[in-house]
């Protein structure tokens, strides 16, 4: 069996540096692995940049001599997805970042802006001689800016982001208006601590948990936990290749399986469901495989990850907040989970928020909590709106460390 | 082999080309999990018109000149680009430094000794079981680095780096909580990587105690004591990247605040950076063809010197250091660190421990951030009392203020060490890097 795996992402990136456009960068990636599968075995061969499917298949067929055993039955099914709205070409971004930089500069003399504009049209494929043959395109833009403002010591003060597959500008600017209006004025922390955050701050320790590996052999916080209410009513978690919100993410994992719908639950109205696993986890362990083998390229698939996806409450943000007040942090680093799930995260800057305007700057604190309180009593939900980052919110309650 | 360019008159042009090969084997629970060996080549082209950089990546060799000649088309001509200050300091030697393709080259390191390293050390792990030992990997990466830098000033360099790398984890599993006993090695050389039996041993040893014995801390404010390598992490991220002079160019408020000549800590502190060491942060010549240099960044605590690529030296008035740094052939350059160490004092560990009565040791750390507040995050701590380390702390977070820090050390040891194990992060890159410190202590950290 004969099978390629490709990738392909032409980016091109307007660099700003202190308040003026420095750099255009454009770059091609182009990424293949050409697998070989005889008696168990699977040869491998990486190549970054173009190569002719013959030499491809050769290399691969040679490595067959590192005896990397591969025995599951290749993957079958013809499919597009393509999920590019826009297509903007290099003068019309550059020209934007012009237009961008140039505009903030001029609103908001204080900052020292530097950051970039970014375009990402990506293709990942896989083809092979049983018959599969997945294509999964997507064309995503990003606007990240870095800002410090003059009278600050530190090397910089925060950030904001804006992704978009279709260009709105008042959006781009309304994002700057929030964080750059809001950060001279001055507020002071609320006694009950509710944290709103982009969603992946805090899922990714969350999803590491549900590795079969792990969830196996007893080393994950859930272990012998699958079938047990562990979290609050309001959180089922997925994960949703589907999602048009998450970037880039093709529809197959990386040996070409693909989930019924795309999407998949893992934790249902705070029960554990299921491990996830790619085939060789799921045999050795007995658990079955969940279409999430990682993206590798240079050997045999193995486990990889997902980016999980909250089920929403029908509720605003602002809704769910019943009139009280939201920290968002801006600047937060340095901390994170211990082995046991505590949580602590020294946050040198936030807002104070009423969920969807920022109010105005946080002296610095220390957030902490639990992996099972932050996802369970203390977790409040997911908004139906994106306000304050353009994308999903997350609301959850903590308290002050020292 | 020297390469060469038709470069576009009145523009500055430079290419820089790499070529990678890697190795890594991987054993995970008694699997091979990875078993692969690469070659990648690839290079980028960067054209300057005294106004903007316009950047292009390639991997097909044959293609650079076209890539030349597209960019150059899209920038203006500028007749005296090469009296640009920035472009001034771009380097123009011709030289080859190549440390790592004779009989050292890892290049040559056989698969069958790849996978004897890796299974040796997994025997001697197995026949000294731990039974709450659950988990386990192995984790051998090498790789061998080849950079070609030409110019359109005349500059052409072929210079190599190489890294060796060794990781044994063990995941130690007590009352549902798993808990990470790591110890690994990042050499140059892959005989370097062998005999650390016994220190693999003993670090799983001080792991199980601390996962049996650790107690939460209480959070407060301590007296801490920092180990070598948390030194390392400490002078890296509290100073080190406020010495990257990127940040400060046209920023009144920064220029002001780190003025050279200002004291900026205690008088036991001495910092320094030196690409030209042979550790992980070895750049003989940095990514503009500049050659690395030593800079005394601290001086005992003052502030004598700061780091530069050519744009920031320009900006600044100052000479270039040797410090700009691209993570690969997909990035431009910035100013980065190479190979940072605070120099040893004249203390004795056991003094500096000893003149504690109430605080807390690191041990060893995951990582840290580099704000104006610093961060570590340890992942091993004892209580100290009455000058002894006592019981294991189980701590999360260690921050403290960049401005009053430095100037907190009151104690600093004559146990310099170097860290080869770093990755440092910044603007979205990762380079390599070593750190160095001593042990020392500090009067006040915040501890969560």
Known sequence: ?402 | MEREYQYPVNLFTEVRIENRWTAVYVVQNGEVMRNLETETTGAIVRVYDGQMWYTSVTNAMEDIQKEIDGLAALATPNPEIYEHPTVRNFGDCRDTVLRYQGEDSLRKVSEEEREKLVWDYVKVCEDNPIPEVASYRAILNLENLKKEYYSSKGAAICQDQQSALFFHVSGILIDGITTGAAKGYSVTSFAELKGHEEEILAERERYLRYAKEAVDVKPGDYTCVLAPSVTAMFTHESFGHKSESDFMLNDKTLREEWILGKKVGSELVSISDDGALPYSGYVPYDDEGNRAVRTDLITKGVLTGRLHDSHSAAVLGETITGNARAQSYYFSPVVRMTNTIMAAGESDPEDIIAGVQDGVYIYGVNYGTGSATFTLQPNCCYRIRDGKLCEPLRVNVVTGSVFEALFDVDAVGNDLRIINEGVCGKNGQSVNVSMGGPTIRVKKLSVN
């Open chain 1, 1 to 402: 069996m004969k099978e390629k795996y490709t990738y392909r992402c032409v980016s091109a990136q307007v660099r700003f540096q202190e308040n003026a456009i420095e750099t255009f960068a454009k770059n091609t990636e182009i990424s293949y692995s050409f697998r070989v599968q005889r008696d168990g075995y699977l040869g491998v061969h990486y190549q970054e940049g173009e190569m002719t499917d013959e030499e491809g298949y050769r290399l691969a067929t040679e490595n067959l001599k590192r005896k990397r055993p591969y025995k599951y039955a290749p993957e079958t099914g013809v499919r597009e997805r393509d999920k590019s709205e826009q297509e903007m070409s290099d003068r019309e971004l550059l020209d934007f970042g012009r237009e961008l930089i140039t505009t903030l500069h001029e609103k908001y003399p204080d900052f020292t802006l530097s950051g970039s504009l970014h375009s990402s049209r990506e293709e990942s494929g896989m083809y092979n001689d049983a018959g599969l043959s997945y294509r999964n395109r997507d064309c995503t833009y990003g606007m990240d800016i870095i800002f410090k403002h003059k009278d600050s010591k530190d090397l910089m003060d925060g950030s904001f982001s804006y992704g978009f597959r279709r260009l709105e500008k008042e959006k781009a600017y309304r994002t700057a208006e929030n964080y750059l209006s809001a950060f001279v004025k001055k507020a002071e922390l609320p006694e009950e601590l509710i944290i709103q955050m982009p969603v992946y701050g805090f899922i990714g320790k969350l999803v590491n948990q549900l590795e079969g590996e792990n969830m196996a052999r007893g080393t994950s916080l859930l272990s012998g936990r699958i079938g047990e209410k562990v979290f609050s009513e309001k959180l089922t978690l997925y994960n949703d290749r589907s999602d048009l919100t998450t970037w880039a993410t093709p529809f197959f994992d990386g040996e070409g399986v693909v989930m019924e719908g795309d999407r998949q639950v893992f934790i249902d109205k705070g029960v554990v469901v299921r491990a996830y696993a790619d085939k060789a986890t799921a045999e050795r362990y007995g658990i079955e495989h969940t279409a999430t083998a990682g993206r590798v390229f240079a050997d045999i698939p193995t486990n990889g990850n997902f980016s999980g996806y909250i089920e929403r409450s029908e509720k605003t943000t602002k809704e769910l907040l019943q009139g009280r007040l939201s920290v968002v942090p801006l600047y937060y680093d340095g901390g994170g989970f211990n082995e046991k799930g505590d949580y602590v995260m020294p946050v040198q800057r936030a807002y104070l928020c009423d969920g969807e305007k920022l109010i105005g700057m946080l002296p610095e604190f220390t957030m902490t909590s639990n992996l099972f309180d932050m996802f369970g009593d203390d977790f409040i939900g997911i908004g139906s709106d994106e306000p304050v980052y353009n994308d999903k919110c997350i609301l959850i309650r903590m308290k002050y460390g020292h």
